[in-house]
C-alpha cells in the first residue's frame, strides 16, 4: 500500500485509558512507516506521555482535544443521548468525515456499537453490524460472529453475518470457499430452533457459501469451520467460557509443577513447551474484534487490554485498511443479496 493511512484512537477508553493507548499507539508508529494516529481525549493527560518521543514519530501523532469520556457502565442509550462530544463518538466521526480510516476503541462495548452503527450507519444490504474475532482451534483459527453486539437475531441477520465472515475469512486468511458452519445444540436437522432452522435453510440456499451445516460447541476448537455463525447472545458465551476454560488451564498446569522438588525440575524441562502452549492459548494475542456492516473500520480491543494487547487491535486496524474490508463486504453483499 503506497499511501498513508490514518487511524482514529480513542485515547481515553478502557480499563487504562492513555497509560496504554498512547505508549501503545507510539509503538504501532515504529511497526507500521506509513501510519499516522489520531490520539482523542484529553490532552494534558495524552501529552504525559509523548514529551520524550523521537520528533520523527511525533509527526505522525495528531491529538484532538475533549474533556468527554463514556464510561465503561453507561448504558448504550445514556451514550447515544449524552456521548456525542466524547473520545469514542469523535473518533468515529473522524472516520464518517474521511479524516482517519479507521477507529480504534477500548472502551464501552454497547456505546460502541450504537454510536458506531448512528455515525458511520449499515452498509446497503445489512441491518445490523456484527463483533468477529479469531477463535484458536487445532488447526489454527477460525472466524466467529457475532461475539456480543445482537443478542437476539433474525434468520435474515445470522444468514448476513454468514456472508461478512467469510467476506473477512477470504481477505485475511487467503481462504478461496471458506467453509461456514451455523452453531447449534446438535448436528441433526431436527435440532435447534426455529430461527436457526430457518437460519439454515437461507444459508444453505445460498449458493455464494460454503456451508457444511450445523456445528456445535467443540466443533468450534476442532476447527471444523472457517467461519462459525450464531447470535451474541451465544457467541459471548462461548468466547467468554472458552477464554475462562483456557486460563484454568493454564493456572493448573503450573500450579501442578509446583507441587514438590520433582515436579519443578520437570517444569524446567518443560519450559519451552509450557511457554508454547501459554502463547497459543493467550487469549489476549487474538485482541481486537472488528466490527463487520459499518461504513467504515472500527476494532474493539478488550478493555483490560495492556499496550501490548492494545497493539494488536491497532494491527488489526491496520491489516482492515489495506484490504479495504468494507469495500470489499459491501461488493459481495450487493452482488449476493439483491
Known sequence: MSRYYTIAVDAMGGDFGPRVTVPSSIQALSRHPRLTIQLIGHQDEIHSY??????????????????????????PSMALRHGKGSSMHLALKQVSEQQADACVSAGNTGALMVLGRFVLKTLP??????????????????????LGANVDCAAEHLLQFA???????????QIEAPTVGLLNVGQEEIKGNEQVKLA??????????????????????RG??????????????????????????????????????????????????LAELNRQMD???????????LQGI????????????????????????????????RCHVENQLT
Not at 51 to 73: C, F, Q, S, W, Y
Not at 285 to 291: D, H, K
Not at 309 to 315: K, N, Q
Open 200 to 221: 439454515s435453510r437461507l444459508i444453505s440456499e445460498h449458493g455464494e457459501l460454503n456451508y457444511i451445516g450445523y456445528i456445535e460447541g467443540d466443533d468450534i476448537f
Open 50 to 75: 509523548i514529551r520524550k518521543i523521537k520528533p520523527e514519530v511525533a509527526n505522525r501523532l495528531d491529538v484532538i482535544h475533549t474533556d468527554e469520556v463514556i464510561g465503561m457502565d453507561v448504558k
Open 163 to 173: 456472508i461478512m465472515g467469510s467476506v473477512m475469512t477470504q481477505a485475511v486468511d
Open 125 to 146: 444490504g445489512i441491518d445490523r453490524p456484527a463483533i468477529i474475532s479469531a477463535v484458536p482451534t487445532l488447526t489454527g483459527h477460525s472466524y466467529m460472529l457475532d
Open 283 to 293: 487469549p489476549s494475542r487474538r485482541n481486537g474484534a472488528s466490527l463487520l456492516g
Open 224 to 273: 471444523r469451520a472457517d467461519v462459525v455463525v450464531c447470535d451474541g447472545f451465544v457467541g459471548n458465551i462461548a468466547l467468554k467460557g472458552s477464554e475462562g476454560l483456557a486460563n484454568l488451564i493454564r493456572h493448573k498446569v503450573r500450579a501442578s509443577f509446583r507441587k514438590g522438588i520433582y515436579r519443578r525440575f520437570l517444569g524446567l524441562l518443560a519450559g519451552p513447551v
Open 298 to 329: 472500527v476494532v474493539k480491543s478488550h478493555g483490560g487490554a495492556n499496550k501490548k494487547c492494545f497493539g494488536y487491535a491497532l494491527d488489526q486496524a491496520v491489516a482492515e485498511i489495506e484490504m479495504d474490508l468494507p469495500s470489499r463486504i
